[in-house]
C-alpha cells in the first residue's frame, strides 16, 4: 500500500509544481494526460528512484556523503531523463499527443529530453530522496487503506474515462 499511496502523491505533486510552472509562464500546456490532477511520469520517476536508493543504500560502502549525494545525483539523472524519454514516447504512440518537444532547446538530445531538464531532474530526484520522501514514508505508514482504495478508485475512474475519450484507436 505504501507504494501505491507514494504513487500516486507523486503524481499529483507532479502535476500541481507542472501546472503552477505554467501558470506562472502563462503557457496553454496542460500537465498530464488524463482528466484529474495525475501525472503520472512523476510517480513512475519517484518510486523507481525509491528503489534504487534503497537497493544502493544497503550495498553501496561509500561512507562520504558528500560523494554520495553526487552518485545519487549523477544516477538520478541518467534514470529520470530515461523515464521522461520512454514517456514521451508512450504519450505520442498512444494518445499521438506530446506533452513536451525539447526540439528547440539548445540542449535537446532528441524530442524528449534535454540536458538542462536532465540536471533538474537530477536535483529533484536527490531532493525527493533526502527531504521529502523520508517524511512522507512516516505519513504514509499511518494512513488506512481505506484512503488507498478511494485513491484507486477515483484514478481508475479516471482512466476509464481517458481511454474512451482520448487514446488513439
Known amino acids: 500500500m505504501l507504494n501505491l499511496n507514494l504513487f500516486?502523491?507523486?503524481?499529483?505533486?507532479?502535476?500541481?509544481?507542472?501546472?503552477?510552472?505554467?501558470?506562472?509562464?502563462?503557457?496553454?500546456?496542460?500537465?498530464?494526460?488524463?482528466?484529474?490532477?495525475?501525472?503520472?511520469?512523476?510517480?513512475?520517476?519517484?518510486?523507481i528512484s525509491i528503489f534504487i536508493?534503497?537497493?544502493?543504500?544497503?550495498?553501496?560502502?561509500?561512507?562520504?556523503?558528500l560523494i554520495k549525494v553526487i552518485i545519487y545525483f549523477i544516477i538520478f539523472t541518467i534514470i529520470l531523463?530515461?523515464?521522461?524519454?520512454?514517456?514521451g514516447y508512450l504519450l505520442h504512440l498512444i494518445f499521438n499527443k506530446d506533452l513536451w518537444n525539447y526540439s528547440s532547446h539548445f540542449d535537446n538530445i532528441g524530442k524528449y529530453i534535454c540536458v538542462t531538464n536532465s540536471l533538474i531532474w537530477g536535483l529533484l530526484g536527490t531532493f525527493n530522496i533526502y527531504v521529502i520522501y523520508p517524511k512522507l514514508k512516516k505519513v504514509f505508514?499511518?494512513?488506512?487503506?481505506?484512503?488507498?482504495?478511494i485513491l484507486l478508485l477515483l484514478f481508475l475512474i479516471d482512466l476509464i474515462f481517458t481511454i474512451i475519450n482520448k487514446v488513439k484507436l
Open 141 to 149: 505508514k499511518k494512513l488506512p487503506k481505506k484512503y488507498t482504495y
Open 53 to 65: 536508493y534503497e537497493f544502493l543504500e544497503k550495498r553501496l560502502e561509500i561512507k562520504n556523503k
Open 81 to 87: 531523463s530515461l523515464i521522461e524519454l520512454v514517456g
Open 8 to 47: 500516486f502523491i507523486y503524481s499529483i505533486i507532479g502535476f500541481l509544481m507542472e501546472s503552477t510552472l505554467y501558470k506562472i509562464t502563462g503557457s496553454k500546456i496542460q500537465s498530464g494526460i488524463f482528466y484529474g490532477p495525475y501525472t503520472f511520469v512523476y510517480g513512475f520517476g519517484a518510486l
